[in-house]
């Protein structure tokens, strides 16, 4: 859930254009979710090529994470 949470904000900050702190978001999700977190590995790497070809149209490629059902 930590991992999710830090992969949502950094949703949130990437869509505010703060990419450094988007970054950051990104990687403790990787972190806290053992590289497991498909959409903060995604999410990442979107973020780091926007910044280098600053494309709109890749923000629209960002991920929130969402609940898993359980059971």
């Known amino acids: ?18 990419f450094s702190a988007a970054e950051t978001e990104f990687k403790t999700a990787l972190s806290e979710s053992n590289g497991n977190s498909a959409e903060a590995r995604s999410n990442l790497e979107f973020c ?20 898993n059902k359980r059971g």
């Open 1 to 18: 859930a930590s991992a999710d949470a830090h992969n949502n904000l950094g949703v949130i900050l990437a869509l505010k254009a703060d």
């Open 48 to 67: 780091r090529l926007y910044q280098r070809k600053y494309e709109r149209n890749l923000l629209a490629k960002l991920e929130f994470s969402r609940a």
